[in-house]
């Protein structure tokens, strides 16, 4: 689970770290309590949605202007001009779509005078096992530019069961932090991997972390994204959650306990099991076709959850064909049957569909499926499977 830049900034200041003061925009009618809460003489003006790259994003609407996502103000003024015109509007940026998102919250913050920006972020190395800290002094690009063209610029930092003051030195010697910014690190990093450890984040980056004139530290943005297996543990962190950043779809699913992602392409699919769910949407890749979402049902769907999940996949209308590819294992193949049948006659179904099983009562399965009178097309193996949806799919 994904939440806004401010309400990452809470949760980092409630631990410790160093933020900027600010105050979250719902409306129109708040910007005025910024405007006085907040003492200038520069305000920055934040749009607040679940993607990066808002400072060199642009808006779709003409009255909102060329400028980005991220606006500095100079007068109360301009902090009302840059509110009007950029809430309810829809903000463009490399990290979403080219329909955008809308923007329906903003966070007008205290101005920094910035001597440095340096990246830093956390994440779960699978290579070790453990949380890992990934800092680099070219802070405010795309970290992904600067991991291609001066990768020895970026440190991977491994830490155990804490940061230790040798871990925390590290990570200052790879942001070159020396004076004050080098004391406020040693103090920082601790913080942020209780923060990151104690709320299971699966993500927290901070990008840019900056050196202020004065030589202190200020996390100037905060990412973070949450174990969604761990929510149950923080119901303060749930409360925080945005649906209208999420796909409604994705919504729907999780309500049925389904791990749904929308995608770009034309081929649903419906697995189980994160790993086949992959390589089945490899392999549609593989024969010229791109998949429409990633749809794990699970090892123990019942077929409500089955026909649920297909009901999900339906709504989304450039979906030109399924494929439901089961390995029955705890799953019986003939329980995905009839709720294949179910979701065909409740959806009335228009797109080729084609499906795979294999496992546990196979032979049922495929018998119900036989039996049906429907127009579903079976295949032997996921190969069978991949390139008879796609040749559906482009026949059609």
Same mark, same amino acid.
């Given at each position: 689970?994904?939440?806004?830049?401010?309400?990452a900034?809470?949760?980092?200041?409630?631990?410790?770290? /160093?933020?900027?003061?600010g105050v979250?925009i719902?409306?129109?009618?708040?910007?005025?309590? @910024?405007?006085?809460?907040?003492?200038?003489?520069?305000?920055?003006?934040?749009?607040?949605?679940?993607?990066?790259?808002?400072?060199?994003?642009?808006?779709l609407?003409?009255?909102?202007?060329?400028?980005?996502?991220?606006?500095?103000?100079?007068?109360?003024?301009?902090?009302?001009?840059?509110?009007?015109?950029?809430?309810g509007?829809?903000?463009?940026?490399?990290?979403?779509?080219? @329909?955008?998102?809308?923007v329906?919250?903003l966070?007008?913050?205290?101005? =920094?005078?910035?001597?440095?920006?340096?990246?830093?972020?956390?994440?779960?190395?699978?290579?070790?096992?453990?949380?890992?800290?990934?800092?680099?002094?070219?802070?405010?690009?795309?970290?992904?530019?600067?991991?291609?063209?001066?990768?020895?610029?970026?440190?991977?930092? /491994?830490?155990?069961?804490?940061?230790?003051?040798?871990?925390?030195?590290?990570?200052?010697?790879?942001?070159?932090?020396?004076?004050?910014?080098?004391?406020?690190?040693?103090?920082l990093?601790?913080i942020?991997?209780?923060?990151?450890?104690?709320?299971?984040?699966?993500?927290?980056?901070?990008? /840019?972390?900056?050196v202020?004139?004065?030589?202190?530290?200020?996390?100037?943005?905060?990412?973070?994204?949450?174990d969604?297996?761990?929510? $149950?543990?923080?119901?303060?962190?749930?409360?925080?959650?945005?649906?209208?950043?999420e796909?409604?779809?994705?919504?729907?699913?999780?309500e049925?306990?389904?791990?749904?992602?929308?995608?770009?392409?034309?081929?649903?699919?419906?697995?189980?099991?994160?790993?086949? =769910?992959?390589?089945?949407?490899?392999?549609?890749k593989l024969?010229?076709?791109?998949?429409?979402?990633?749809?794990?049902?699970?090892?123990?769907?019942?077929?409500?959850?089955?026909? @649920?999940? $297909?009901?999900?996949?339906?709504?989304? /209308?450039?979906?030109?064909?399924?494929?439901?590819?089961?390995?029955?294992?705890?799953?019986?193949?003939?329980?995905?049957?009839?709720?294949?049948?179910?979701?065909?006659k409740?959806?009335?179904l228009?797109?080729?569909?084609?499906?795979?099983?294999?496992?546990?009562?196979?032979?049922?399965?495929? @018998?119900?499926?036989?039996?049906?009178?429907?127009?579903?097309i079976?295949?032997?193996?996921?190969?069978?499977?991949?390139?008879?949806?796609?040749?559906?799919?482009?026949?059609?």
């Open positions: 689970m994904n939440i806004h830049e401010y309400q900034k809470a949760v980092l200041k409630s631990f410790g770290a /160093p933020v900027a003061e979250p719902l409306t129109l009618d708040d910007v005025q309590t @910024a405007i006085d809460t907040l003492p200038g003489p520069l305000w920055v003006v934040k749009s607040q949605i679940h993607a990066g790259g808002r400072g060199k994003g642009k808006f609407e003409a009255e909102a202007g060329e400028k980005g996502g991220v606006r500095l103000a100079f007068s109360k003024e301009e902090v009302m001009s840059h509110a009007k015109a950029m809430l509007n829809t903000l463009v940026t490399a990290q979403t779509t080219d @329909a955008g998102k809308q329906n919250r966070y007008v913050e205290d101005g =920094a005078d910035i001597d440095r920006e340096l990246y830093l972020s956390m994440l779960v190395d699978r290579a070790t096992g453990q949380v890992a800290f990934v800092a680099s002094t070219e802070g405010g690009m795309d970290i992904e530019e600067v991991a291609h063209d001066t990768p020895e610029k970026i440190l991977t930092l /491994p830490v155990g069961d804490g940061v230790s003051d040798a871990d925390a030195a590290k990570i200052c010697d790879a942001l070159e932090l020396t004076g004050k910014a080098r004391e406020d690190g040693m103090k990093f601790p942020l991997y209780k923060a990151f450890t104690e709320k299971d984040m699966a993500m927290l980056e901070i990008n /840019p972390l900056i202020m004139d004065s030589g202190d530290l200020r996390v100037l943005d905060a990412k973070v994204s949450f969604g297996n761990a929510l $149950f543990r923080h119901p303060d962190i749930m409360e925080l959650r945005d649906t209208t950043e796909d409604e779809k994705e919504i729907e699913a999780s049925w306990d389904l791990a749904y992602i929308a995608l770009d392409g034309t081929i649903g699919c419906m697995v189980n099991g994160a790993g086949l =769910a992959m390589a089945t949407m490899d392999i549609i024969y010229g076709e791109e998949p429409a979402n990633f749809c794990d049902v699970g090892g123990g769907a019942n077929a409500e959850k089955v026909a @649920a999940a $297909f009901k999900i996949i339906m709504k989304d /209308p450039a979906v030109k064909g399924i494929l439901v590819n089961i390995f029955g294992g705890i799953m019986k193949c003939d329980v995905i049957a009839e709720g294949v049948i179910q979701a065909v409740e959806t009335n228009a797109v080729p569909l084609v499906v795979r099983l294999e496992g546990t009562n196979v032979d049922q399965g495929k @018998a119900i499926l036989a039996k049906s009178g429907m127009n579903i079976p295949a032997d193996d996921l190969d069978d499977a991949a390139q008879k949806i796609v040749a559906a799919v482009k026949g059609a």
